[in-house]
């Protein structure tokens, strides 16, 4: 019998390993033959530790499990007061189109005969047949953008990268996933660690290059060390290395380490870190595409973009830019995050509603009070409110709204968020992260906590100052990290003016 | 294996690497807790960098430190998604309870702020030591560096 307990790291910080060992222990203690597998997470974190049994019906699912509720998932799993029923049946499950996330949760992440049994390496076996041209045309065709944030064509990347000459070029693969509200990364590395693999490896056959860097963020240690298993074992089977899958040319994969610096999201500065350097930002040109790491021609993924690479060879371009809406095709992994019901990632068609994923699939606020606002996109994003549930989420769509889409994290809050210090801390985490290259940014983030300070203590003046501060960074910042920070400030400024100016009772005093 | 023996081994490990120097500042925090100002001298001379440009580096990232932490790290999470779930009431009580305050180090404690864990559909975060916890209570946190 198959037991499957979650080994993500969410599902760990809600006690999925005290859970685990209570399954090994009840199973010993009745003489059962178990295999416990720790798979992904299935994303829906509120019934995380989510434990599913292997039946011929199918997995059966309990949740959220204590190791208190063990003992009767053996004796009486039919009335267990957890009991879930077929996962796969879960409405919040049901509803999603999963293609990026399709094996996340249903494999042990480390078996490469799961991950095959599942559909992998299928898109890897047909890239290898097509010629250089078709690869590149079928990213271009499947109109796959950034899932970073940028939203930029990975088609077009990949083009820059395979015209330009060079002894040798690198795939680095972006994981230094640091918006609040984002998770789906590390999901799918803890969850399905070979799709990234197979990814990078169809990125490095298509553009020729031979190295490959996933550069992960320290905060991440469990991700971390799935992938370095995961790519030692895809080096023992062949997969990678001197030739990909034993007859492709040679494709090789190092993990590599972030150290707590957010700017290195950035890709420029994710390339001065990689090579050893202050993670600052490069002005752009030359593009990474041309003069990348070690001044390599590069391919700079993020982690979504390069896991979805394998399923658009394995489904064709045309299935996957079927899905979407406007310019933004294919699906995107929501993650449903802060106050919110029902929490977690839900991977659906562009074009989705605000107000489904908010209300509908997420269930409004984990506190039972009104939604106040929605973070779209982490830190640099918008706050949107109730009024903009009507908005599709896509890459314009969101723009139209002075907003972003970015990593897909919505963050909820309810009627008791200080917007005021929402924007403060906006400028606030800006200043902390500044890589200092660029005054608007370096300064300007500082001055922006003090001009709302300003404001909030009752200076008539601050207004018109904040606004002109928020121009001057949107327009002469060096990355997004400045030219976005006024995102969340002058949306939480526009929405809820009355935030930003003193408290009431001190007027009257 | 004395410290200086420690450091070189682990500089010599990493020097040949491409971009080395990430990786053995990490593996030199890894063994001493700290990167050790007696590192210095041999990453510089391995590297071929200046000792200006090694502190630049040190200094840029938040991970990398001069001296070890409390026995006990707690980091607790101040980003949005964490924030919405109440993490700056937790973490003033936290910072009452523990008589410690974020940045510090108070005995066997050091309590500092991270910026997100990826644990953002279950907040408020923390995690002690190697323990990842999802909605932290700082009842919750305070026994687990007492455990």
């Known amino acids: ?509 | 294996m004395s410290q200086a023996e420690r450091i070189s081994e682990i500089v010599a490990c990493h020097r040949g690497r491409e971009g080395a120097l990430l990786p053995m500042l990490h593996e030199l925090q890894a063994a001493f807790g700290c990167v050790p100002v007696e590192a210095h001298k041999p990453i510089c001379a391995a590297l071929g960098i200046t000792a200006a440009e090694l502190q630049g580096v040190i200094a840029f990232y938040e991970d990398f430190r001069a001296a070890p932490q409390g026995r006990h790290v707690i980091r607790v999470c101040r980003a949005e998604a964490c924030q919405a779930m109440g993490a700056e009431a937790m973490i003033a009580r936290l910072e009452r309870a523990l008589g410690v305050r974020l940045g510090e180090t108070v005995g066997a404690v050091t309590l500092e702020a991270v910026y997100c864990l990826g644990l953002c559909a279950c907040g408020p975060a923390a995690q002690v030591d190697d323990r990842l916890i999802a909605r932290a209570t700082p009842e919750r946190l305070a026994e687990e560096v007492r455990a």
């Open chain 1, 1 to 509: 019998m198959k037991i499957y307990v979650p080994g993500d790291a969410a599902a760990r910080a809600l006690g999925a390993d005290a859970v685990a060992a209570a399954v090994a222990s009840q199973a010993g203690l009745r003489g059962l033959d178990i295999e416990i597998v720790r798979n992904g997470s299935r994303g829906m974190i509120w019934l995380e530790p989510l434990v599913e049994v292997e039946t011929e019906a199918g997995r059966i699912g309990f949740g959220p499990l204590e190791p208190a509720d063990v003992p009767a998932l053996f004796d009486a799993p039919e009335t267990h007061p957890k009991a879930l029923g077929l996962v796969e049946e879960i409405p919040f499950f049901k509803a999603q189109t999963r293609l990026t996330f399709a094996r996340v949760g249903r494999i042990d992440p480390l078996s490469l005969a799961d991950y095959e049994a599942e559909g992998g390496l299928a898109g890897l076996r047909r890239a290898l047949e097509m010629s250089a041209e078709a690869r590149l045309d079928e990213v271009l065709a499947s109109g796959l953008r950034g899932r970073g944030g940028a939203g930029f064509p990975a088609g077009i990347k990949w083009k820059t990268v395979a015209g330009a000459k060079a002894a040798q070029k690198v795939v680095v693969c972006n994981a230094d996933e640091g918006d609040s509200g984002t998770f789906a990364d590390r999901m799918l590395m803890e969850g399905d660690p070979f799709a990234l693999i197979e990814g990078m490896a169809i990125a490095g056959l298509s553009v020729g290059a031979t190295q490959g860097f996933v550069y992960i963020r320290s905060e991440y240690p469990n991700a971390i060390a799935v992938m370095r298993a995961a790519c030692d074992a895809a080096r023992g089977a062949g997969l990678l290395g001197p030739a990909l899958l034993g007859n492709g040319p040679a494709f090789d994969i190092e993990i590599r380490v972030g150290a707590g610096a957010y700017v290195c999201g950035e890709e420029t500065s994710l390339l001065n870190s990689l090579e050893g350097k202050r993670g600052t930002v490069r002005a752009k040109p030359p593009l990474p595409a041309l003069h990348g790491f070690m001044g390599r021609p590069t391919v700079v993924n993020n982690v979504l973009t390069l896991a979805t690479v394998p399923w658009i060879f394995a489904h064709g371009a045309e299935a996957y830019a079927a899905f979407g809406v406007g310019r933004s095709r294919g699906t995107m992994p929501f993650q449903l995050a802060g106050n919110i019901r029902h929490g977690g990632l839900f991977e659906t068609a562009f074009g989705t509603t605000l107000g489904d994923l908010v209300e509908g699939i997420g269930g409004g606020t984990a506190s039972g009070r009104p939604v106040k606002a929605v973070q779209i996109g982490g830190p640099l994003g918008a706050y949107f409110t109730p009024a903009d549930f009507d908005m599709k989420l896509g890459y314009e769509e969101c723009a139209e709204r002075d907003g972003i889409v970015g990593h897909a994290g919505l963050v909820v809050f309810d009627d008791t968020a200080d917007m005021g210090a929402l924007a403060r801390f906006a400028m606030e985490f800006c200043a902390h992260e500044s890589c200092g290259m660029c005054t608007p940014c370096r300064i300007g983030s500082t001055r922006g906590v003090e001009v709302i300070d300003a404001m909030r203590a009752g200076d008539p003046e601050a207004e018109t100052l904040l606004r002109d501060l928020c121009e001057v960074m949107t327009h002469g910042s060096l990355c997004a990290l400045g030219g976005f920070a006024p995102y969340p400030v002058l949306s939480a400024l526009n929405a809820f003016p009355a935030e930003f100016r003193p408290p009431r009772k001190e007027v009257a005093e």
